[in-house]
């Protein structure tokens, strides 16, 4: 079993960026399809960004703001969080779907593989 490895989360007052990085490590077939997945406190989990080959899926919420993307020869997959608000504050996960099965990248109970989280505070 493999691990999802988040970094780079922290408080930034809004307006402001943060990168968040995700390392997959330990996998036999490393996922092709990935996600970062949100859970505010009280709310229910957001599927913010999601890569596979080709396509990349964005939640409303995010669009123009935020940038997924995957340096396949570090095994990193990166979320870029720009122009950041105060509702962007939560818990972000990375997520993976195992390979061989469908992605459609937009709904949180696709991902089979959760990292631990970093936490994002956005204040004003």
């Known amino acids: 079993q493999g691990t999802l490895v988040e970094s780079g989360g922290g408080s930034v007052q809004a307006g402001g960026s943060l990168r968040l990085s995700c390392v997959v490590s330990g996998y036999t077939y490393s996922p092709t399809c990935m996600g970062w997945v949100r859970q505010a406190p009280g709310k229910e989990r957001e599927t913010v960004a999601s890569?596979?080959?080709?396509?990349?899926y964005y939640a409303d919420s995010v669009k123009g703001r935020f940038t997924i993307s995957r340096n396949n020869a570090k095994d990193t997959v990166y979320l870029e969080m720009n122009s950041l608000m105060t509702e962007d504050t939560a818990m972000y996960y990375c997520t993976a779907i195992r390979p061989g099965r469908t992605c459609y990248g937009s709904v949180p109970t696709e991902f089979q593989y959760w990292g631990k989280g970093t936490k994002v505070t956005v204040y004003s």
């Open positions: 890569i596979r080959t080709m396509k990349t």
